[in-house]
């Protein structure tokens, strides 16, 4: 019986420890917990210190996009936790190309770029 009694405790102890790293659904969930606070003001800080955005006067007629906060537990390799991070995106699908933007990039790499710049670094 003892034995079933520490599994009992154990089934207990990794149920709690997997509910209270779980990802918020929401701002107001996400401001209850200490370790999402500070991810949400480090994501903040860093927005501020990259310049990432400007106020301006929204012009006649126009609507701001949106935004909303996701959240990220990141693992390392055995499964414990690395860290929270949090993320303000633009809610993009209220965006119109040619309204909202005019051009997108994302940074991509080919392998062969990688490998020869590697080669010129003597890697």
């Known amino acids: 019986m003892p034995h079933l009694f520490q599994l009992f405790l ?3 102890s990794l ?11 929401s701002y107001r969930e996400a ?4 370790k999402w606070k500070v991810a949400i003001d480090l994501e903040l800080a860093a927005l501020e ?11 006649p007629g126009k609507k ?6 996701v959240y990220k537990i990141k693992k390392i390799s055995d499964g414990t936790v690395d860290k929270f991070k949090a993320r303000l995106v633009a809610k993009s ?6 309204v909202n933007y ?10 062969v770029t ?9 890697g």
């Not at 709690?16 to 779980?22: A, G, T």
């Not at 701001?64 to 906060?69: P, Q, Y």
């Open 15 to 25: 149920l709690i420890s997997i509910s209270s790293n779980k990802e918020p659904t």
């Open 102 to 111: 005019h051009d997108t990039f994302s940074p991509t790499a080919k392998i």
């Open 31 to 34: 401001t209850s917990y200490p």
């Open 10 to 12: 154990n089934l207990s």
């Open 93 to 98: 699908y209220t965006q119109q190309q040619g």
């Open 49 to 59: 210190s990259n310049h990432t955005w400007e106020l301006v006067v929204l012009p």
């Open 114 to 122: 990688v490998r020869h710049g590697a080669e010129e670094d003597g």
């Open 64 to 69: 701001a996009i949106g935004c909303r906060w």
